[in-house]
């Protein structure tokens, strides 16, 4: 292996179409992935059920492309060059009527209301619709007890929650739980076949009752008091006991829960921890390691943003590096252990060992606010990043985008 793992084999021109909001699949069933660009606006609606956000989603454009550039399909009018603010979209591309071919689902607006549409993703014909709540959350999970994630769950970045089938028949109608937040997890913590649904300081079942909830989690929540949240959750066996731990990113500290019983394993304590990338990353300790960034910080606190900590199973401090930028994890070939990709800001991107030292900086542009700011319009100039093995050889990759180009970087 060479001493950079990473090497740029091809960059397309995306100009036009492209967007900050991009989901893959294999779409034509040749065993690669495509991506999907979905290019669409935050509406000009600030909902009080957003939280007071404009992040509900106008999309307009939704393109599939191969990887060389080929354009297979498109649907709407796409929106070309400008300036406009987009903080992602609620979109999933995922094989849910289990017909060996993935279908695109989204959540659009139009004319005031929300619809959750689904398209065929081998030729983006439209396939079927429902008007759904406020939304700019969309995950995929099985609370059927199907063995596959078929069902759709569509929410805000707060309250209210809606899961519906994959005939889009309704089966969360308008639910509201404490501390729902960006980003949910689910798993089958009970063992009945169906997941669990970690939102917020809750543990839900299938049928919407909670399993337990900690409303006593709220001082660890973001420190916003029009909407407390916890910012997103993940399910990992971090001390490899055989038992899940909940993580929740809780948009202050991360804490961390048994899954199964709500019960307090330990608190990490942050200014506004935003992410968090668990794995491998020291091989020679036990148990698993996080990784885990304040986001960007204001005021008296602005040191402190963007600065990363790495964090061993029982929430011990580890190392801590300043405006590290968010992380997450990657696999290299032959190596065993995790490495972390981070997005320092204003700096390239790069991969970090368990350590925190560099293995390979990325000649991408740098990360940064001061030329793309969300609140006056996104200039679509910063690159978002997806990890995919695209063409099932085991070897992770790393697709960067913005609304101009995709760059493919594969390992050597």
Not at 68 to 83: C, R
Not at 111 to 128: H, T
Not at 135 to 157: E, H, M, P, W, Y
Not at 251 to 265: F, I, N, P, Q, Y
């Amino acid at each position: 292996m060479s001493s950079e793992p990473f090497q740029l084999i091809n960059e397309v021109d995306t100009t036009g179409f492209g967007d900050t909001g991009m989901r893959m699949g294999d779409l034509d069933g040749d065993g690669e992935l495509e991506v999907v660009f979905f290019q669409a606006r935050d509406c000009h609606i600030p909902r009080m059920s957003a939280g007071g956000y404009r992040h509900e989603k106008q999309v307009h454009c939704i393109t599939a492309m191969k990887l060389d550039g080929d354009v297979m399909w498109q649907e709407g009018a796409p929106l070309g060059t400008g300036h406009w603010a987009m903080h992602g979209v609620a979109a999933a591309v995922a094989d849910i009527d289990a017909n060996d071919r993935p279908e695109v689902v989204y959540v659009t607006e139009r004319s005031g209301r929300s619809y959750l549409r689904i398209l065929e993703g081998d030729r983006g014909y439209f396939r079927k619709e429902v008007e759904t709540g406020p939304n700019c959350v969309l995950q995929l999970c099985d609370i059927r007890g199907l063995g596959a994630k078929r069902d759709i769950l569509v929410s805000t970045f707060v309250n209210p929650i809606y899961i519906y089938a994959d005939d889009l028949t309704c089966l969360w109608n308008c639910h509201f739980y404490g501390g729902a937040g960006h980003r949910h997890a689910f798993g089958d913590i009970t063992g009945d076949g169906k997941d669990e649904l970690f939102i917020g300081y809750n543990c839900v079942k299938a049928d919407g009752r909670k399993l337990w909830w900690r409303p006593d989690m709220e001082p660890h929540l973001e420190e916003m008091t029009r909407a407390p949240h916890v910012d997103s959750i993940q399910l990992h066996d971090i001390n490899r006991d055989g038992r899940l731990e909940e993580l929740l990113i809780a948009g202050k500290d991360l804490v961390v829960l048994d899954a199964a019983t709500g019960e307090d394993r330990w608190v990490f304590r942050g200014e506004h921890i935003q992410t968090a990338a668990v794995g491998n990353f020291l091989p020679d300790r036990g148990g698993l390691e996080i990784f885990c960034t304040e986001r960007r910080l204001h005021g008296a606190r602005a040191a402190a943003g963007f600065r990363g900590y790495m964090v061993d199973c029982h929430g011990q401090e580890l190392w801590r590096k300043e405006k590290a930028g968010y992380g997450r994890a990657i696999k290299l070939a032959d190596r065993e252990a995790d490495y972390i990709f981070v997005t320092p800001p204003g700096h390239p991107p790069a991969i970090i060992d368990g350590l925190g030292g560099v293995v390979q900086e990325l000649d991408m542009p740098s990360f940064t606010y001061q030329v793309d700011r969300f609140d006056d319009g996104d200039t679509g100039v910063r690159c978002r990043y997806t990890m995919a093995d695209t063409n099932g050889d085991g070897r992770p990759e790393i697709l960067a985008y913005n609304r101009a180009h995709l760059w493919h970087w594969v390992q050597d």
